[in-house]
């Protein structure tokens, strides 16, 4: 019954509380479904780009190897680049263009994020044991780190790692600030829900249990962005994770400066 009560304070209560929290007018009956339309238009129109254009095939297919010594990492500046412009760049321009809105309204705030640090430091830690089983199975080593020569140099691996955090930055402006913000007047904390459909997407590819992960993952993260304000502690947990994944794949790569990387 304890655990019950629990769940239900952390879920629940927590979006019912967005809802009090979110402030309708009747005045807004008109024009929020129009907004709606543009976020929603706005996150197809972003994720199908990402997809057909963002990705490493289109690259490959635009840029064909020249067997030069930074062709993979330059394809991941092409994935990382994409995902800025689509996750950040484009809604900024759309909400830019929407009446009476305003970018700093889209989560963006640090204040909420330092005052429930704790929280994400502790979910953190709540994460980090599974990490660390995963990063024993095959799949995991098959998968991580993203670019495979990430073991080349020092270079390389921060390259990368700025790449991966820009990456992760972006995609919690997208999903947490623009997408949340976004749908809130209209569908409170019902967004959650509309939010973590294209979220666990665009895991697809990935192991399995991280793709039912983000399931839950965006369901926490949402919660969380919806009640502080703020997407910058999603960021702190993305980062964090994927450094950490980064670094427990590089274990069972070769040396650096081997000539040999990562498989």
């Known amino acids: 019954m304890i655990l019950v009560d629990w769940l239900k304070k952390v879920s629940i209560d927590q979006w ?4 009090r929290e979110t402030v309708r007018t009747p005045e807004d009956a008109g024009t929020t479904s129009i907004k709606v339309l543009v ?3 706005t996150v197809a129109i972003s994720l199908t780009l990402q997809e057909y254009i963002g ?5 490959v297919r635009y840029f064909p190897n020249d067997g030069s010594r930074y062709w993979e990492l330059w394809g991941f500046v092409w994935w990382s680049g994409w995902r800025v412009l689509g996750y950040v760049v484009i ?3 759309v909400i830019a263009f929407m009446p009476g809105e305003r970018i ?3 989560h963006v ?3 909420g994020f330092w005052k429930h640090l704790w929280i994400y430091v502790l ?3 709540c994460v980090l044991p599974a990490v660390i089983a995963a990063s024993t199975t095959k799949s995991f080593r098959h998968t991580y780190p993203f670019y495979r020569m990430a073991n080349r ?4 691996l921060w390259a990368w790692q700025v790449l991966y955090a820009a990456q992760f930055l972006s995609l919690e402006f997208f999903f947490r600030g623009f997408m949340l913000h976004g749908l809130r007047r209209v569908m409170g904390a019902n967004a959650i829900f509309v939010m973590i459909v294209p979220y666990c997407m665009i895991h697809y590819g990935k192991p399995m249990p991280e793709t039912l992960g983000a399931i839950g993952a965006g369901l926490i993260l949402g919660t969380l962005a919806m009640r502080t304000r703020s997407i910058w502690g999603g960021v702190l947990i993305h980062v964090g994770v994927a450094t950490t994944m980064d670094v427990l794949a590089l274990r069972g790569c070769p040396e650096f400066g081997s000539g040999k990387y990562c498989h």
């Not at 019912?16 to 809802?19: C, F, K, S, V």
């Not at 140099?153 to 390389?156: C, H, I, K, P």
């Open 16 to 19: 019912r509380a967005i809802d």
């Open 39 to 41: 976020i929603l238009v």
């Open 55 to 59: 990705g490493h095939n289109a690259y």
């Open 91 to 93: 809604p900024m321009i």
């Open 104 to 106: 700093f309204d889209y």
């Open 109 to 111: 705030s640090l204040r």
């Open 123 to 125: 979910l953190f830690a």
């Open 153 to 156: 140099s020092q270079f390389d």
